[in-house]
């Protein structure tokens, strides 16, 4: 099995920071590429940010230059920087990881999630 543990939620000011932490442990060969989603109610859950192995990263448009993504692979770890927060970001932010579980299988990739951390931009 493969847990998610995110960290580092909570409530900002507009125009605030927020730094999000979310640790993959379990049974991990190797892990392709972590991210972070977010879903308000009524909406959609959608990508805010994405790191490959190589990385090589994503942004949501509406993040560009506000937000930062890293890892640290050999730690299984994924950081979500967020600057200049805006109100209409609140939101349950998701922690996601693809991985392969087992060297004899390293092609085979599961999609995993956390629980989610609430973050409340207060206006």
């Known amino acids: 099995q493969v847990q998610l543990v995110e960290s580092g939620g909570g409530l900002v000011q507009a125009g605030g920071s927020l730094r999000l932490s979310c640790a993959a442990s379990?049974?991990?060969?190797?892990?392709?590429?972590m991210g972070w989603y977010r879903q308000s109610p009524g909406k959609q859950r959608e990508l805010v940010a994405d790191?490959?192995?190589?990385?090589?990263?994503n942004y949501a448009d509406s993040v560009q230059g506000r937000f930062t993504i890293s890892r640290d692979n050999a730690k299984h770890t994924v950081s979500l920087q967020m600057n200049s927060l805006k109100p209409e970001e609140t939101a349950v932010y998701y922690c996601?990881?693809?991985?392969?579980?087992?060297?004899?299988?390293?092609?085979?990739?599961?999609?995993?999630w956390g629980q989610g951390t609430q973050v409340t931009v207060s206006s």
């Open positions: 996601n990881a693809r991985l392969a579980t087992s060297p004899l299988s390293p092609g085979t990739i599961y999609q995993y």
């Open positions: 379990g049974r991990i060969f190797s892990i392709n590429g």
């Open positions: 790191i490959t192995s190589g990385d090589i990263t």
